[in-house]
């Protein structure tokens, strides 16, 4: 099948970009990235969208750039960036693993950052590192920029903070330390298929015990998110099996996991406690 | 999907099938090719023997052999002229006991074909699995299909695929002038049989096995579950 008519916009500056959102976003316009999600889904006509404000051609928003201790993702950065780690140390080694596991290869060459961002697909690998680690969203219109938290930011099953006519120009991630550790882990039907279970999780040593531990769950529940019960269990304690297994029970426990044709709830909730059992165990390995 | 699922008959893969002729012959309303002559009393006797060459009979005082031959209406029997192939699979799985991953190792056939058809073959194969692991048509309560579309109905990837090792036999059909045989479904009916074997050898020191395919990772991990729970 072939989409619905629309009327293609090349802005090519992000002024022309929130000119334009500002003019079409209430009726029915979209913002067009790497289209590995919105052309599909067009395709189907499960979307119609009237307008679509294609910024590929915005040079400004092709960048990241790291300040200090945040690195910020430019609009149009592609998951292909990440192959290799796009910066030095634990961080650009965090991004470059996960990147692995979103769909398939020609997807990531053309695929964004910020539109995986931006469509918030509960199962989204993307989305989850935003959660986990506390991303800023920016996101620009005529009426100024505005910075959304990650806890503020994912709604639901694609439904974010986003307003009409709002561009999601960059994300800005805090960038983990060196000492961190991390560890990821997904399950899949197929490699490159939506995850029905995630987790990512760091957390740091000190004396031998963990501090500032951070548990992110995905594709569980209608959007990602850190869970609170999880990190409580690891806090201060070894890292040992005994520990991780207490930690992934609490977010099993704690989870109101999604059904579908894939999977019931009772299986995703303990498909939840094995992810994060894994990926705490990758972490410390 | 579920034209060609049913085209290639995967709805009978591991079943019982009934033959057609059994209804009639067991109720006396069999028909013969031909009366023989004189008949008061006839017993049909066939080789158990598939191709074996028949080189005495021995029979009661005051009765006939006819064998087909002494037949009119019997026509000369042609050896078997087929131009399909059989194949032998064998396949390894390790299970995910925590999450009913399958992992299939290794896809072994011995393939009894004239010509190299490796990609062919390794395509069956590849089919098959998705046929023992993924692909299922599921329906909603009230009949709505809820694997339309590719997103939901999930055929074999590459990466799903472990490798296949082939070894090939040659047997030439004299049924066509190049004699050669189809190699199409030797890969595809042997492979969701011999994967759901390996599936289960792999579950079983855990006393559970699975009889349907796909094996969903879901339904393994639920027969998992069940006895984990009796043995707690």
Not at chain 1, 65 to 82: E, K, M, P, T
Not at chain 2, 173 to 202: F, L, Y
Not at chain 2, 210 to 218: C, G, H, L, M, T
């Amino acid at each position: 099948m072939k989409s619905a008519p629309f009327v293609r916009h090349v802005p090519r500056t992000v002024d022309e970009a929130t000119a334009m959102l500002a003019e079409f976003g209430a009726k029915d316009g979209r913002v067009l990235a790497g289209g590995q999600s919105l052309v599909p889904i067009m395709a189907f006509r499960m979307a119609r969208p009237a307008h679509l404000v294609d910024i590929n051609g915005i040079e400004a928003l092709a960048r990241q750039s790291r300040d200090g201790n945040v690195l910020s993702i430019g609009a149009v950065v592609r998951h292909a960036a990440f192959h290799r780690p796009i910066v030095r140390g634990e961080m650009g080694r965090l991004l470059s693993t996960v990147v692995h596991y979103i769909a398939h290869y020609p997807i990531r060459t053309r695929g964004t950052f910020c539109g995986s961002i931006a469509h918030a697909d509960p199962a989204s690998e993307w989305c989850l590192v935003a959660a986990t680690l506390g991303a800023e969203m920016v996101a620009r219109s005529r009426r100024g920029p505005r910075i959304i938290a990650a806890d503020d930011f994912f709604h639901g099953i694609m439904a974010t903070a986003l307003a009409e006519d709002e561009l999601l120009v960059e994300v800005r991630l805090p960038v983990v330390s060196d000492q961190t550790r991390f560890g990821f882990y997904e399950f899949n039907r197929r490699a490159g298929d939506f995850a029905i279970a995630m987790a990512l999780v760091t957390y740091r040593l000190a004396d031998g015990m963990i501090v500032e531990p951070r548990v992110g769950i995905g594709g569980a529940e209608v959007r990602p998110r850190r869970i609170a019960e999880a990190e409580a269990a690891l806090q201060g304690r070894p890292p040992e099996l005994k520990t991780f297994l207490a930690a992934a029970t609490a977010a099993a426990d704690t989870i109101d996991p999604m059904e579908d044709i894939q999977s019931d709830a009772e299986y995703r909730r303990d498909l939840v406690r094995t992810a994060a059992r894994r990926a705490l165990e990758r972490a410390a390995a | 999907m579920s034209a060609s699922t049913k085209g290639s008959g995967m709805a009978w893969v591991g079943r019982s099938i009934r033959r057609l002729e059994d209804q009639a012959l067991l109720t006396g309303q069999g028909r013969f090719t031909a009366d023989p002559p004189a008949a008061h009393w006839v017993r049909v006797a066939r080789s158990p023997i598939a191709s074996g060459r028949i080189e005495r009979i021995e029979w009661p005082p005051r009765s006939n052999v006819i064998t087909a031959a002494d037949l009119e209406a019997v026509k000369p029997i042609k050896p078997m002229l087929h131009k399909f192939s059989n194949a032998c699979h064998v396949a390894e799985a390790a299970d995910d006991v925590e999450t009913g991953r399958v992992a299939v190792a290794e896809v072994a056939g011995s393939i009894i074909n004239p010509m190299i058809v490796g990609g062919q073959v390794h395509g069956g194969i590849a089919q098959g699995i998705g046929n023992a692991l993924l692909e299922e048509i599921v329906y909603d309560e009230s009949g709505d299909i809820l694997t339309s579309t590719l997103a939901e109905y999930l055929p074999s990837t590459a990466p799903g695929i472990a490798a296949i090792e082939l070894h090939h036999m040659e047997t030439c059909s004299e049924a066509c002038v190049a004699k050669a045989k189809g190699v199409d479904e030797c890969g595809t009916i042997g492979a969701p049989a011999v994967v759901i074997n390996a599936v289960n050898d792999a579950i079983s020191p855990f006393g559970v096995s699975i009889d349907e395919i796909p094996a969903a990772p879901r339904k393994i991990w639920a027969a998992l579950r069940r006895t984990m729970e009796q043995r707690a």
